[in-house]
């Protein structure tokens, strides 16, 4: 307060004050402080007592902190000031020595590479759950044939289990996100100081170590202005959430009374205020609903990063409501996708009346007439004018007479038919990734070799 | 919970419920149900005795809500169910009865009507504050010479009112946006029903009446589908904050050591934690950081709204705390930077000798050609040469011989060392909207109209 | 080019030069000078000559750049450079004299303003077809019933026109965004000069009556550092868009095999390159895929203008891009809505069976046991129970005996099956705005009302 | 056309058609095409001599897109089916067998997962080239002094050369996101068919390895539905062009009469239509403007992506113009801060005069107090006394006397003198990262050693 003669407004401390949310980067800050500490006495810098004063002072606050009983005051400007104000009264005027070679700058840094590294697990972990509960249900969906759709008009048939895996290998790539978001916080910023680096022959090596960081961020400058890593999750929650929305658009549309493909359970869905036969697929709606609010933080962040100065600004404080929302948000879309999909009954029947559509064939019945040599560009023509007819006769495809068809071509014989006997064009899309039965048994091994083998 | 055999599970409880941010709605609900109550009665569809208990115990549920000893219970889905809920405690089964004839989608949809109408009020309100204030202090520095800047590069001198007062119009362009919000909301929801109206013969013009409204939602379906009211609030605060960002960045630039225009009072800035000599404008900067945070709160509900098929459907729920959030940060800043800039000391002779530099003549010096005769792009090329002759030379504009000046026209005498003595280029902006003091002191007049006839 | 010794490296020309997009605003550019020119000529600061040379040379201008004959040099940086070099090759030294008295920066700013005039007409007349279309088909299927949906989940029984009709009241206040966008260009920009106003003593109101605006921007810097009229067109837009997204995403839906209701027209759908039985609406998919295109656009101008300090900056060169690809997309979205409307047709008969579901009804069975005193809320538990009940049973509530109701209730008796009969619960949404068909028919009212009312 | 009766609508084919941007894809689309005959012919699908007459016709149109006499027809919808039409003109009927065994949909997302892989290595090389001016520059200007900020206020000293280099750092970071946005692109979607696999025994790892991919798609739907990579890739430009506008921000600052820091070469400033005294710094604004419109590019292609069903849509489509214009806005960024930094021209003298402000050693006189022994916050809270008596008294620090010392601290003596002479306070910077002469040393070597190491 040395320079200022006049407190701060107190619309001016509503508006600066960021204790009400960065409280709960507390034992972050404790633990760094742990380290600081500890390497200070390393340098020389502190003694011996006083750094052991500290670090008695230190695990007070950090219990304080983790059973509830840190008071904060109203004075208190933002956790960093509070947890040093605690400590000096626990531990007395060397309390005062804990912000010794270093700021506020770094040290809200080091906080926030420490907590988005934490994070960036925590959705690792959650993910790895999706993924072994996708993983579950298409194996115990392998074979039910669904309606695989294109502009949501139905295309050709596949296996509910193939296209649960479609969603796997979203979210693995997803994990792969989220690993680079916590690469992306590897180099410790504490030590940079204010911004040019301090006035001590620090050991920052060695705080690194303590912290689990692998190196320093090599320039102070950059160490204090850097918010990149906390944008990099943000990037991968907002990719991850946009996975998530089009799962839960899927599923409120298979819930839907049109599609009847499943059934989610009562303790996922509510009721209406109003009609009671209603059961409605909140969960659903909710992780689609989500992801525009993740994709916004993100937007948000880059937004108030825009245009800054070097080095740190205030408008980096901005990063912390933006990251906390969106780790709360996707933590919870996360957990909420697993629980709900476990939920999910689906319709055997209703899926493969579905998928028995004979139109689905139709690319089926074109590669017919390609074996037989017909350019492909062709024989689509000629089965789009199959198709036509049989729309315009109101038939099904395997109604058309011989006569009919040798109108269209002279290449339609019991194959025609036989394609169209229900399901054989599943089993024939063999191809690497394609939907026949072993091929999706080959995906599914590699689905659970991956969530074998990856830690969170 | 007639149709559910199981209870929510938690993860989806807490995922799904609202009541930890709706309830801030709880006056407005309690309000609309009175309206309601009284539309059943007067068409029949209650008793006039049971309104009268209804109404008796709405009064006293918005008595505890208002003195905060409602109590919510962990079940409580959101703030319409926990009224109710607590309604029928109140008044017994006939609490049941409120609910006739509406839904919860017609419920928030009027509930948020209400809270948009109010909030664009307070946004108004703090707006006309703010306006005064530039007023004000325009006024306080109305002949004070500044550098005008296009480019951030000196352009043309300015009055500091004129610069203060390009703020007062922006702002008043957003009191214009507040008040199209404000309409956005004026006809009531209520009435609606589920989607499809209800199956009684109501009389909603009255409700609209009770509560404020001019009339009525026409159709059902848009009445529960529509969120654009809490669009245009949020539209109107993202162009806001906008502003915002601009007043706050200049602040920052002004602020500096560099610039050195003005210095803020104390209690609108703060220090550093290593730092003893820092006095940093946070508020300056929290202004220019906050407005991605709003526009991005446009940007999401927008998302959220994508696609959506009607009629009402859960993603909706998203836009309460995009919207509360946007109201207190709005507000908040629209108070910080009243009270910031009052705090203002501006420096005279810093803007003083700033504004005098004399390359910000150039302009007058061609137009003195001009007036001679030589056309403008001529007489520009030609001055142009001499700002770099002068530049290579190292020598002000005034320091420039009739023998330099010769080289570059004929028409340079006496007036060109007059155009350059100090000032003489502000009052010659006689322009409607120009700077020249007249046309300042007009504009400030319009100004003050202005904030006298508004009304929030 | 005076004061610089250097060309610009083509490196910053290809940054730099927005002659490649803003070209499109040169036949209002041309306007404007002619605006200007009569008004320097009425200062007395050309001779009537000088003002005639001009406008004849403006005149030849405008009919090059109409005719496509304007011929664009690689060394044209901008429209406005363009336009005066052309200008003066035409009317030789005295072009040089159409830039006295004003800046690129009032200049463009009034370019534009007239730009976003005209755009929000234009945006106005395509929703007033759109409207007109929604209008004639909601009254060509006034009393289709179709089952309306809450959370995607079928709730009550609505009319097609009904659900029509929602789209044209969102069009509606789309039409008053538009010109809310168009009022906020009433001020002219033009004779702010640079920033500070300019040395002549000008007729700027002369200007702004010609150019068919209603009066002239009060302060000099802020009418060249303005671009909030750019900002509310494209919140305009963008709320528009995300209207035709939830228009698009609806008719997507509906052309599902599994909604069925309705099939679009060959000329608005298309093929797939292998699938030879696809028709699919890529119109619809379109409509909303270009929502976030727009909203992304106003984000982005948001995000321009940032923190920018006043007067001019050079990144708002960045609104043109912005706005022109909105506008574009606009139309053509605005427009294809309209066709592809037209070419719909609705299936009378899957959307009548998908509105006969007997559970559509539960609330009007709730309503039943209300009207014989049972309050709302305990009615809802009870038939809630009743749905589950069949739901179990797997029967349809008509199918209930009597005995099974009694369990639930004594006050369901035969009215609870006459309720039950299709289509009883549709005409007795009565209450205004309801789906009842009277309702309905005073809506259509309204709306053709309007239509005929509204001038774009 | 096979299915169809009408042709497209003149409006739906203008909102439909997208070869007037994916024309851009063309070479990639040949390319592919060339590997997937090769593998038809590999897997017998296709003869020997069928392939060398596609592969021949392919070259030939190969040869006129890059020719630029590749002629499109205003029938043609896309570019895969104006290639395959050329091809057919070209080698007749074979040419319809091209399309054998694929689709659009993963013929597309192959065309894109090309263009994205080529175009992160371009960004790599310019990030490089970028990094490399930075690094030479620093090298330059490797001890001359100037102010270190925060909040935009003087903080402490630092070398222009550490400046400089915390850019290096954010560029350095951009190659690795630049990196994982290739790896996003490792696998093939090609064999995916329309969604579920097809008809054929193909060899993906055939095709793969023609086209220099690691692997392919484990999932056919996702391989259709994925643009994953594409985001990947708007993802790391939106961060790099926040980097970008911070570095385009400060040199705007920098380059302002009141820093003074250095002035840009004429090569990349303009001047002003009216005052012909300026040089602005259009390219460092441009900079700094074109950031938001690349975020908005990555929020608008998550918008278009957010809770669509499975798999393709062509909602899709838009990924590329969002994608284009960020390749084209990124690339003429990277060059032209590039090219501008190195035409920029510091002032020693100005940087030495800002930095021997001697309020920037107040940390330096609170450490000293720290090394006997006052705990840092007690010593922080005397020297902010003594700075604000300092500036009430109108003072230098180096002016105070040792009486007014007294007042403050007893152990302030001629070390305290000491440190305020000039420059002092830059050396002892000395921890990691800091901004001491040898630390910067350090930093620079490790900064050429990657420019060395690295590849695009």
């Known amino acids: 307060m040395g320079r200022f003669r006049e407190p701060p407004d107190p619309v001016f401390h509503a508006l600066n004050a960021s204790i009400s949310f960065d409280r709960r980067l507390g034992t972050y800050d404790v633990r760094q402080s742990q380290a600081h500490v500890a390497m200070l006495a390393e340098a020389g810098i502190l003694t011996a007592d006083e750094a052991e004063q500290l670090r008695r002072g230190l695990d007070e606050v950090a219990a304080e902190l983790e059973?509830?009983?840190f008071e904060f005051l109203p004075d208190d400007e933002d956790i960093h000031m509070a947890i040093e104000r605690r400590l000096t009264e626990i531990a007395g005027p060397v309390g005062g020595k804990v912000h010794t070679a270093r700021s506020r700058n770094d040290q809200v840094a080091t906080d926030m590479a420490l907590f988005v590294r934490d994070q960036a697990t925590e959705a690792r972990k959650r993910l790895l759950d999706l993924m072994g509960a996708l993983a579950d249900i298409a194996e115990a969906h392998a074979d039910w044939p669904m309606p695989?759709?294109?502009?949501?008009?139905?295309?050709?048939p596949v296996?509910?289990?193939?296209?649960?895996?479609a969603y796997f290998w979203m979210f693995r790539r997803d994990l792969d996100r989220f690993a680079t978001a916590s690469c992306a916080t590897a180099d410790l910023p504490l030590g940079a100081g204010a911004l040019a680096g301090v006035n001590w022959?620090?050991?920052?090596?060695s705080v690194a170590r303590a912290l689990g960081f692998d190196g320093v961020v090599e320039n102070s400058l950059d160490a204090v202005s850097n918010r990149d890593f906390v944008l990099d999750y943000l990037s991968a929650a907002s990719i991850c959430s946009m996975h998530l929305s089009r799962l839960g658009a899927e599923i409120v549309l298979w819930s839907s009374e049109e599609f009847g493909f499943l059934a989610l359970g009562d303790s996922f869905t509510s009721g209406s205020s109003i009609m009671p036969q209603k059961k409605n697929p909140d969960a659903a709606e909710l992780l689609r609903a989500k992801a525009p609010r993740v994709a916004s933080h993100f937007n948000a962040l880059l937004g108030v990063m825009h245009a800054l100065p070097l080095a740190y600004n205030k408008d980096m404080q901005e990063d912390k409501e933006h990251l906390f929302d969106t780790v709360d948000t996707l933590n919870l879309c996360l957990d909420a996708a697993t629980g709900m999909l476990r939920t999910a009954k689906f319709d055997r029947e209703r899926l493969a009346g579905a998928a028995a559509d004979e139109f689905l064939a139709?690319?089926?019945i074109a590669d017919l007439l390609v074996r037989r040599g017909v350019p492909f560009r062709e024989s689509h023509a000629i089965v789009g004018g199959i198709v036509r007819h049989?729309?315009?006769?109101?038939?099904?495809?395997?109604?058309?007479?011989?006569?009919?068809?040798?109108?269209?071509?002279?290449?339609?014989d019991d194959e025609y038919y036989a394609v169209l006997s229900n399901g054989s064009w599943l089993e024939s899309k063999v191809s690497e990734g394609g939907t026949a039965s072993a091929r999706?048994?080959?995906?599914?091994?590699?689905?659970?070799?991956?969530l074998e083998g990856v830690q969170p």
């Open 67 to 69: 059973h509830g009983t």
């Open 148 to 156: 695989g759709y294109t502009h949501l008009q139905r295309a050709q």
């Open 159 to 165: 296996y509910v289990s193939h296209h649960l895996l």
């Open 201 to 205: 022959d620090t050991r920052r090596e």
């Open 362 to 364: 139709a690319t089926d």
């Open 390 to 412: 049989a729309l315009e006769h109101d038939k099904q495809l395997s109604e058309l007479t011989r006569e009919e068809l040798a109108g269209f071509s002279d290449n339609l």
């Open 440 to 450: 999706v048994g080959e995906q599914l091994g590699r689905a659970r070799a991956i």
